[in-house]
């Protein structure tokens, strides 16, 4: 049995604890070697998640690399690991943006300048705040592995702790004199939230097994459980199906967000330093949607498909109001945020469109989303500790003053609106392809929040790059180079995957292939098939 998993798993864990154990950063030297410590750990992790990629064979079984250990013995609870190409996809996805939000937060958690009075901030402890940034990273990974539903829903509340403390204790310094309020809020408001889908979803869970010991099917093991289901050896009656369903979809719902339960998502990110923003939208959020394919779909098959009308509804009502409250704001963090709204709605819309290009495009779109959203978020968070302002207005004429500042952040902002060429255009024209096919009026609709990207990203662009240079701006340095360091390389992926996703979909089509399969559907035939002659030529 190969112990690859537990050990990408084991890495994160291991460089949280030592990295908090280490000591205090009272001084430079100390703080450094904390930071050096933990980025050491994430990019360990990062080689081992890039080899269990490498080593998943999408011609092989669904899932690879196993894992099983006894647990809990007497609930059928095993902690059991297994891959898939999207689970081995999204660990390699946060394995790469881990130690990319490190090096971004390098200066996070340093204490701040002298105030008047001659005293300064030392409330923010660097081994906390990157110990805990490790710890959601293994949480993360664990959840992308694990193949028993009890562990991963373990480990999907668990990843909620340290999330809370990195957006209450070590929020964004730019929010003005009433900043600790607002990340106290913006924590306890993202962790109510999530909470409250959690109890729900264990709700779910305790039923789900319930249902399962009195048919002789005491376990909490995935593979073991949708087999059954898809067989008949384990029958759910429809009223007991659509509600488990809803049990689980509601926490996924929540954590993804899908409207109208995303209301968390513009404070906790606004609120939030750059770095621990993007682990918000590009790691953790990530679970949600992942579950929905892994969870919703394998395990209830036939209230995923009654229920899929409805949340493509929800979906692209999601796309168009982020898309529209995004073109409306006026700080850029929130911006950046319900522009991420927009996206998770395609993402859902995706998934349960119940199509090979719907799914497909999903997985990606988890992919590329992650890496776009990320350069476009960290580079603003680059540009806000700057100027000292999330607020639009207060700049102006940057690219004058930081040409290649200004230049990343429009590449980020192509890349949200999915320019063809950027890794994002490839996974949106999928998931539209899909639904379209499948629900044409959904997909006519869902449109126009490309047109709406193009809006908020572009006047953004406009607003803070162009034009005269504001006072504030004039002394503004450009990207150094442990920031271009960060940038760099999610550019590179973001236009070497829009140009060639190849190596993505070839992981992960398998997987999509077999999700489809288990509700049993496949992709419509085409409204006007094309006959052929005897002699093969198309008539």
Not at 34 to 44: E, I, N, P, Q, T
Not at 235 to 264: C, D, I, M, Q, Y
Not at 375 to 399: E, P, T
Request: one cysteine or more; glycine letters at 10%; aromatic letters at 10%.
């Amino acid at each position: 049995m190969s112990v690859l998993l537990t050990a990408t798993c084991a890495v994160p864990a291991a460089g949280a604890v030592l990295t908090a154990a280490l000591p205090a950063g009272s001084t430079e030297a100390r703080r450094t070697t904390v930071k050096y410590a933990a980025l050491g750990a994430s990019a360990a992790t990062l080689v081992l998640a890039a080899v269990v990629a490498m080593r998943f064979d999408p011609h092989g079984a669904r899932y690879q690399l196993t894992e099983s250990y006894s647990w809990i013995r007497s609930f059928g609870i095993t902690f059991s690991l297994g891959v898939d190409g999207i689970g081995a996809v999204l660990a390699l996805l946060t394995a790469v943006l881990v130690p990319v939000v490190m090096l971004a937060s390098w200066h996070d958690a340093d204490p701040a300048p002298a105030a008047p009075d001659g005293t300064f901030e030392n409330t923010r402890r660097t081994q906390g705040f990157f110990a805990l940034i490790l710890a959601v990273e293994a949480m993360v990974v664990v959840s992308f592995y694990a193949l028993d539903v009890f562990v991963f829903y373990v480990f999907f509340e668990a990843m909620l702790i340290p999330m809370y403390f990195l957006i209450g204790g070590f929020g964004d310094r730019a929010g003005g004199p009433d900043s600790a309020r607002q990340r106290s809020y913006a924590a306890v408001k993202f962790l109510l939230y999530n909470l409250l889908g959690g109890l729900v979803m264990l709700a779910a869970v305790i039923g789900l097994y319930v249902i399962a010991q009195d048919q002789g099917f005491g376990t909490f093991d995935l593979p073991a459980l949708t087999s059954a289901i898809a067989d008949g050896r384990l029958r759910l009656s429809g009223t007991a199906e659509n509600a488990l369903f809803l049990g689980f979809f509601f926490a996924f719902a929540v954590k993804a967000p899908l409207w109208p339960l995303h209301t968390w998502l513009p404070n906790a990110m606004g609120e939030a330093t750059a770095g621990t923003a993007v682990l918000i939208t590009a790691v953790v959020d990530k679970v949600g949607t992942f579950a929905m394919l892994r969870f919703c779909l394998g395990l209830f098959p036939d209230a995923s498909k009654t229920f899929a009308p409805a949340i493509l509804v929800l979906s692209v009502i999601g796309i168009v109001y982020g898309a529209l409250l995004a073109v409306g704001q006026k700080d850029i963090k929130r911006l950046v945020a319900y522009a991420s709204i927009s996206h998770f709605g395609f993402i859902i819309m995706g998934v349960f469109a119940l199509t090979s290009q719907g799914q497909s495009g999903a997985t990606l779109y988890m992919v590329n989303h992650g890496l776009s959203t990320a350069a476009w978020m960290l580079v603003a968070g680059f540009l806000i500790s700057r100027r000292g302002s999330r607020l639009i207005a207060d700049y102006g004429g940057v690219q004058k003053v930081a040409p290649v500042l200004a230049g990343t952040f429009l590449i980020g902002g192509l890349a949200t609106l999915s320019l063809p060429g950027l890794a994002p255009f490839v996974s949106e024209f999928l998931v539209l392809v899909g639904t379209f096919t499948r629900y044409p009026a959904i997909g006519v609709v869902a449109t126009f929040g490309i047109v709406l990207a193009a809006l908020y990203a572009l006047l953004l662009y406009q607003r803070t790059m162009t034009g005269p240079v504001k006072e504030g701006v004039r002394a503004m340095p450009d990207l150094k180079a442990r920031e271009l360091a960060v940038v760099a390389p999610l550019v590179a992926l973001t236009i070497l995957l829009g140009v060639y996703p190849k190596p993505l979909t070839d992981l992960v089509n398998p997987s999509v292939n077999a999700t489809l399969s288990q509700v049993h559907e496949t992709d419509p035939a085409p409204a006007h098939p094309v006959a052929a002659t005897s002699g093969g030529e198309q008539k």
